[in-house]
T-cell receptor, first 114, second 120 residues
Framework: DTEVTQTPKHLVMGMTNKKSLKCEQH?????MYWYKQKAKKPPELMFV???????INESVPSRFSPECPNSSLLNLHLHALQPEDSALYLC?????????????FGDGTRLSIL | AQTVTQSQPEMSVQEAETVTLSCTYD???????LFWYKQPPSRQMILVIR??????QNATENRFSVNFQKAAKSFSLKISDSQLGDAAMYFC?????????????????FGKGTLLTVNP
């Protein structure tokens, strides 16, 4: 069982739709991450949150909008996505951004853009 | 910048046999962390094993062990008594230590991965 829970598992949306991905952890971690992973490629970092504040944005297009409502929850709001945005979106958490402890990943959301 | 190289895009092993996945990395730092993550078709990235560069002793987790050669910048993963459930994509990853990075060691640098098939 994963300690980082992501919903939904799968999402199909049109380019004009607005949807959100959700990530939850109850390990008391204060750092949370969004990654994008294309098939047979390693994950690519998108955003880092530290103590509910956006710490890092890896030059991600504005059609992706992260939100951290509380220390356990991380959302990724999607709007006007492109077909090339189809990918697996992984959420991860760690004790702190500056911790040497490893990141724990969720199962991911498989996103398909029509 | 740090780079991680996994030279074997695909590997296969017979069930109950041993297989070694290779990983090399490039860094100018002396203190850092190395990880092997496993990603089965279920998609979750699972931490398999972790090595701290300042520790000379190779990390071991049950059937998984590493051969960490710091001078050669090599970090190979050995899987003993391979099981069908070991079939997955394996990623090697590097992370700077917080002491070296001024607190900005959030980034994992991944290799391109090795797809492991386990044959019954």
């Amino acid at each position: 069982d994963t300690e980082v829970t992501q919903t939904p598992k799968h999402l199909v949306m049109g380019m004009t739709n607005k949807k959100s991905l959700k990530c939850e952890q109850h390990m008391g971690h204060r750092a949370m991450y969004w990654y994008k992973q294309k098939a047979k490629k390693p994950p690519e970092l998108m955003f880092v949150y530290s103590y509910e504040k956006l710490s890092i944005n890896e030059s991600v297009p504005s059609r992706f909008s992260p939100e951290c409502p509380n220390s356990s929850l991380l959302n990724l709001h999607l709007h006007a996505l492109q077909p090339e945005d189809s990918a697996l979106y992984l959420c991860a958490s760690s004790q702190e951004v500056t911790s040497n402890q490893p990141q724990h990943f969720g199962d991911g959301t498989r996103l398909s853009i029509l | 910048a740090q780079t991680v190289t996994q030279s074997q895009p695909e590997m296969s092993v017979q069930e109950a046999e041993t297989v070694t996945l290779s990983c090399t990395y490039d860094t100018s730092e002396s203190d850092y962390y190395l990880f092997w993550y496993k990603q089965p078709p279920s998609r979750q990235m699972i931490l398999v094993i972790r090595q701290e560069a300042y520790k000379q002793q190779n990390a071991t987790e049950n059937r998984f062990s590493v051969n960490f050669q710091k001078a050669a910048k090599s970090f190979s993963l050995k899987i003993s008594d391979s099981q069908l459930g070991d079939a997955a994509m394996y990623f090697c990853a590097y992370r700077r230590s917080k002491e070296n990075s001024g607190g900005s060691n959030y980034k994992l640098t991944f290799g391109k991965g090795t797809l492991l098939t386990v044959n019954p």
